[in-house]
């Protein structure tokens, strides 16, 4: 039925089919079905870059609505909630807070089979690892700074090695005279 052979003469195929005097969200979701059927769901850009190229073929768009799908997409994300806000590497109490919420989060994912789910959350692990390694790499940092989060990187680092058992490691090395020592203000 469809003669365009590129994603983008198809797009503009659909749309000048449709006869519509402005493009809007269903002009969208139809272009978004065509562009499914034909080269798969990789091929679904978002509904901003679908407009964007139609609005450069002289198409009038209905942006409200547009925007509104675009919205409505990108805030049904599966695990936005679970991890807005999951990690604060600013001090010894955040982070352990933060470590048992994630490792929780592991273990829900892990009993369900969500192989994405245990990657975001592993993968959040190593982020503030990172972080907390830029931190006290960071000359500009007093060493006091330097010292805490190359401390806090061990822990995530621990955490991701060996989750089962970190609880354990923790209370032990926070309980230990040279972690109360080094550590006596936070």
């Known amino acids: 039925m469809w003669q365009s052979r590129s994603k983008e003469d198809l797009i503009i195929e659909v749309w000048e089919?449709?006869?519509?005097?402005?493009?809007?969200?269903?002009?969208?979701?139809?272009?978004?079905?065509?562009?499914?059927?034909?080269f798969g769901k990789s091929a679904v850009d978002s509904p901003m870059i679908l407009a964007r190229l139609l609005a450069d073929e002289g198409a009038e768009l209905r942006h409200s609505e547009i925007m509104q799908l675009y919205v409505e997409r990108n805030s049904n994300l599966p695990y936005e909630a679970e991890f807005r806000n999951i990690l604060d590497i600013s001090d010894f109490k955040s982070v352990l807070t933060s470590?048992?919420?994630?490792?929780?989060?592991?273990?829900?994912?892990?009993?369900?089979?969500?192989?994405?789910?245990?990657r975001l959350v592993l993968e959040k692990g190593r982020s503030g690892r990172r972080s907390a390694l830029a931190i006290a790499e960071d000359d500009r940092k007093?060493?006091?700074?330097?010292?805490?989060?190359?401390?806090?990187?061990?822990?995530?680092?621990?955490?991701?090695?060996?989750?089962?058992?970190?609880?354990?490691?923790?209370?032990?090395?926070q309980s230990a005279p040279g972690f109360q020592k080094k550590f006596a203000t936070d």
Do not use: H, M
């Open 17 to 38: 089919k449709l006869d519509c005097e402005s493009v809007g969200a269903a002009e969208i979701a139809a272009i978004e079905e065509v562009l499914l059927d034909r």
């Open 99 to 118: 470590i048992r919420s994630l490792e929780n989060l592991r273990r829900k994912y892990e009993s369900d089979g969500d192989k994405e789910g245990l």
């Open 142 to 173: 007093t060493d006091g700074e330097q010292l805490k989060n190359a401390e806090i990187a061990e822990w995530l680092t621990l955490w991701l090695q060996s989750p089962e058992t970190f609880e354990i490691w923790v209370k032990l090395r």
